[in-house]
């Protein structure tokens, strides 16, 4: 029996096993607005990049399409306010003009930089008794001039902590699982940077995305210096930053190993609450925390299909001996 894991539910789980048990069977009614505008513009950057030619209408017509879904979902659920409409909509907005602000000066210029290889690639990482982890890289680019091939990972965020990157397990695993065919590769951060801004005390909603529209152009001017050699290597802006990252050998084992044990947590470890930060800001799963209320899990959520259970795929494998993509059975470069 084979069983595949994903990246975003080892995630769920490091950060808490008890959340991680209940996105396996319920699903929040309103999907939470940080991952619906990551999402977006991914799919948005998965057009521009992947397909050759592909203008910056099409890519802002995803972002009007995914607004209105976003909507309908609000309406569906019975359970929205007129701030989770107004916020959307705000959203989707600066979405469309960072979007825009970004085609016009870095994705030009990332043309001629660089050569896409691949877009949305699958990789699949053997762990440990029949247990796969099953990952996405967002692309693969390889430098027109030099000819190196990057690791390409977009980001939706206001920051980056750079300390934290060598941290990043996620992209130790791309990298190992990419070791085979291209050897130790660097992985190239694209960070689109999220607004910070609030809505004023005093400050009409009009007034606002204005104030923040206007911000958006003024950042988008400060870019009219790059060059297609900026852009080929790292540099930061306040529309777009992009670090280059390189992993070392110890890195990659250190992420092998620490996938293999969240694999065996996950199949075997205990459920259990774990309080952070992190509760408030990234858990949709809150108030049903720590005990299931059924009258707010029938009013907030629903079942999660099977067919959404990504978890848990079977398929007739070998005898459940050692994973052979083992870091040291990789030939080192």
């Given amino acids: 029996m084979t069983v595949f894991h994903s ?8 950060q808490c096993p008890l959340q991680w048990s209940f996105s396996r069977r319920w699903e929040p009614k309103i999907t939470p607005l ?9 799919q948005v950057l998965d057009l521009w990049y992947g397909k050759p030619g ?3 209408k099409e890519g802002t017509d995803i972002i009007w399409e995914a607004r209105e879904e976003r909507l309908r979902e609000l309406h569906s659920s019975g359970i929205a306010t007129t701030q989770d409409f107004q916020e959307s909509v705000n959203k989707f907005e600066f979405l469309s003009e960072i979007a825009s602000g970004y085609f016009r000066t870095v994705l030009t210029l990332d043309r001629a930089a660089w050569e896409t290889l691949e877009v949305q690639k699958e990789i699949t990482v053997p762990l440990w008794r029949g247990q796969k982890l099953v990952a996405i890289l967002d692309g693969v680019w390889k430098n027109r001039v030099t000819g190196e091939i990057f690791i390409v990972e977009h980001k939706y965020k206001a920051s ?4 934290l990157l ?28 999220k607004r910070r801004e609030r809505l004023g005390k005093n400050e009409t909603n009009e007034d606002f995305v204005r104030r923040v529209e206007a911000s958006i152009r003024s950042d988008e ?3 009219a210096s790059l060059s297609p050699g900026v852009v080929s290597g790292g540099f930061e802006s306040p529309l777009v930053t992009r670090i280059v990252e390189t992993r070392s050998w110890v890195d990659l084992d250190f992420s092998y190993a620490e996938n293999i044990a969240q694999s065996r947590a996950i199949r075997s470890g205990p459920i259990y609450r774990n309080v952070g930060d992190h509760c ?3 858990c949709p799963y809150r108030s049903l925390c720590p005990n299931v209320d059924p009258t707010i899990l029938e009013r907030e959520y629903r079942p999660r299909s ?3 259970r990504t978890a848990v795929s079977s398929a007739k494998s070998g005898d459940g001996a050692a994973p052979s993509l083992a870091p040291q059975e990789l030939p080192r470069i």
């Fill in 221 to 223: 001017n400060e870019m």
């Fill in 34 to 42: 940080y991952f619906v505008e990551g999402r977006v513009m991914g």
């Fill in 160 to 163: 980056l902590d750079e300390d």
């Fill in 7 to 14: 990246f975003s539910q080892y995630r769920t789980h490091a």
């Fill in 280 to 282: 408030e800001r990234l």
């Fill in 54 to 56: 592909s203008t910056m």
């Fill in 166 to 193: 060598s941290l990043d397990r996620q992209i130790s695993t791309y990298v190992l699982a990419m070791v085979k065919n291209h050897g130790v590769l660097r992985t190239i951060y694209n960070v689109i940077r």
């Fill in 306 to 308: 099977s067919r959404q």
